[in-house]
């Protein structure tokens, strides 16, 4: 199988926003083929004729940098089309619906987002209306997606039940639901991190489990370093690797377990606006980079 490393762009929002300055550092300062493009890069709420010029400028750049934008995913927690208002519901459709379009002239294989998350009032009173409309939501997507040109979606399982697919029971049901009328394959987007805490089911904040139940449908995994305490989307250096559960060898070794033909992990990292923090960046992602690479060099290559 091959295991692709990748950098989810979430972190180079604010910091690295010109697409000459970003390719320039994936390739340059961190060596890696592959990012997931991300809409708070460029917000399709924009007029067509900025998107159209960025869109140029994002592949000249990552051509000449020879990058691959294999995945992209939206940015914010928005209610998405889960929102109660069905006039604003539509707009997150429309606004998904050109999300799509910029992630296929981008060259992705595949575009994402959260499901949609409910508020409190609809979760306890409007689950399953709720529900209805989100998947309805995404099958009209991937009818899109398969007109642009995109291989599949993604959708990535988050770690309560209001955002939908917090436990493995409840993502593999959202699965089936979602692929039983959608146009092109609805798959996942893993992340180690993520999962119910407060399940029954130890094995639904495992990450280990998460892979070897649904890995088989998860195209792009998200990696960074989890710890006991709440804040995560931590780079693997050394002080969190000491006390991280998330081991490589043991993520690779899982993978290698399941029948598939390739995977993109990409590094979401999130780092606070304080310092050293934000100076920190480049240095702790390069850190994360090396620290991966010799597994996968070790098991893989």
């Known amino acids: 199988m091959r295991i692709n490393l990748g950098l989810h762009l979430g972190f180079a929002t604010t910091r690295y926003n010109d697409p000459k300055i970003w390719t320039r550092l994936v390739r340059k300062e961190l060596d890696l083929d592959y990012v ?3 809409s708070d890069l460029l917000d399709p709420s924009l ?9 140029e400028k994002i592949n000249y750049h990552t051509k ?8 992209t995913m939206t940015s914010p927690r928005y209610n998405y089309m889960g929102h109660y208002n069905k006039k604003i ?16 002239k981008l060259g992705a294989d595949g575009a994402g987002s959260l499901l949609g998350i409910y508020s409190f009032h609809d979760l ?7 529900e209805e409309k989100i998947i309805d939501g995404w099958v009209k997507l991937s009818d899109h997606a398969k007109k642009q040109g995109l291989k599949y979606l993604i959708w990535e399982p988050m770690s309560i039940k209001r955002e939908m697919g917090d436990t493995i029971i ?16 609805i798959l996942f987007n893993l992340d180690v991190d993520h999962g119910n805490n407060s399940s029954k089911n130890k094995g639904d904040f495992n990450p280990y489990q998460w892979i070897k139940t649904v890995g088989h449908l998860s195209p792009a995994i998200h990696l960074k370093q989890k710890t006991k305490d709440i804040f995560s989307h931590k780079p693997f250096i050394k002080k969190y690797n000491k006390i991280g559960i998330i081991k490589p060898e043991k993520i690779i070794n899982e993978l290698k377990k399941l029948n598939i033909d390739e995977v993109t992990m990409y590094f979401e990292f999130s780092f606070r606006e304080r310092e050293p923090y934000d100076s920190r960046a480049i240095n702790d992602i390069k850190e994360s980079v090396k620290y991966w690479r010799k597994y996968i060099d070790k098991h893989i290559n």
């Open 47 to 55: 007029p067509n004729k900025i998107i159209n010029k960025e869109i």
């Open 36 to 38: 997931q493009f991300v």
């Open 64 to 71: 000449k940098n020879n990058i691959l934008i294999k995945h």
């Open 170 to 185: 409840s993502a593999n049901k959202l699965h089936k639901k979602l692929n039983s009328k959608s146009k092109i394959p």
């Open 124 to 130: 306890k009173n409007n689950f399953y209306s709720t």
């Open 89 to 104: 519901s539509e707009h997150w459709k429309k606004w998904l619906m050109k999300f799509i379009s910029i992630s296929a």
